[in-house]
């Protein structure tokens, strides 16, 4: 198996089951129809492309490359955003079919567009957030291309140089 995919698939589910965690303990003290609540979301996906990616490079740092890690990023996070997409397709249709109108009623005069849209904006959420967050994390993870650069600084040796 791809080394990427790998652990992509054992952060994405990791991901994926925290989110789905998350809204279940929502629903338990009836705050699931609250749609501010769900920025928590964003530090689910971050913890896990950040450990996905750091864990990743401790594995392969010999051959770490900026687009290895960018795609074991990338992949954590769509493998999250597809399974919670299918969890929530699945309770939006087959468990709490109130649960569209009751959220689409506050954005929409008509809520009767259905659960299909908030399958649209989770996944819409869900990939804008994994291409963000993949990119702000490797900008700690990457190589730098400018190693020595600035080792002269705070040296007094490299003044008696010049």
Partial sequence: MNRSLSVALKYGLFVAGSLIAYFLILKLFHLHDQPWLRLANGLFMAAGIYFAIKTYKFKHSAEFTYVDGFKTGLLTGFI??????????????????????????????????????????????????????????????????????????????????R
């Fill in 80 to 161: 999250a955003t597809g399974v919670f997409i299918v969890f929530m397709a699945v309770y939006m249709f087959h468990l709490d079919t109130e649960f569209p109108d009751t959220i689409l009623k506050s954005w929409f005069d008509n809520a009767e567009r259905g659960g299909g849209i908030l399958i649209i904006i989770i996944l819409m959420e869900g990939l804008a957030s994994t291409a963000v967050l993949t990119l702000t994390w490797m900008q700690i993870f990457k190589k730098s291309q400018h190693v020595g650069q600035q080792e002269h600084i705070g040296d007094d040796s490299q003044k008696d140089k």
